[in-house]
């Protein structure tokens, strides 16, 4: 089960450490070409939802590399469980019924949290 957990969470991990990274460094202008949601919404909460991306992908690895808080995993993968559906339900409110990243990344985010029970 650890191994598993280490698998999926780590590839959970790096996508929303690149993703949520992306958003709180670059503008408008050049988040544009992959996600055109950016228009809708204050660069401000751009940026806040990138620093939730970097923070939750933390807290998928280091609370059960240390061993403090290790229910912290758990919390970060139900996160990413609430943050995707509320993703798709933007990109299904602009229109856009590409969804299918959504929808893999919540199949993911839940089988990590299923995973992370057994830091528990």
């Given at each position: 089960m650890h191994l598993a957990y280490w698998l999926v969470a780590g590839l959970l991990a790096l996508f929303y450490l690149y993703g949520g990274g992306v958003k709180l460094v670059r503008s408008r202008d050049s988040l544009r070409p992959m996600m055109a949601w950016v228009d809708s919404m204050p660069m401000r909460a751009v940026r806040g939802i990138g620093l939730i991306e970097v923070l939750g992908a933390i807290g998928?690895?280091?609370?059960?590399?240390?061993?403090?808080?290790?229910?912290?995993?758990?919390?970060?993968?139900?996160?990413?469980?609430?943050?995707?559906?509320?993703?798709?339900?933007?990109?299904?409110?602009?229109?856009?019924?590409?969804?299918?990243?959504?929808?893999?990344?919540?199949?993911?985010?839940?089988?990590?949290?299923?995973?992370?029970?057994?830091?528990?």
């Open positions: 998928l690895l280091l609370p059960p590399l240390t061993g403090i808080a290790p229910w912290l995993a758990l919390a970060a993968a139900v996160g990413f469980v609430i943050l995707q559906f509320a993703a798709t339900g933007v990109h299904l409110r602009m229109g856009d019924r590409r969804i299918a990243l959504n929808l893999t990344l919540i199949a993911l985010a839940g089988v990590t949290v299923w995973l992370a029970t057994t830091w528990l």
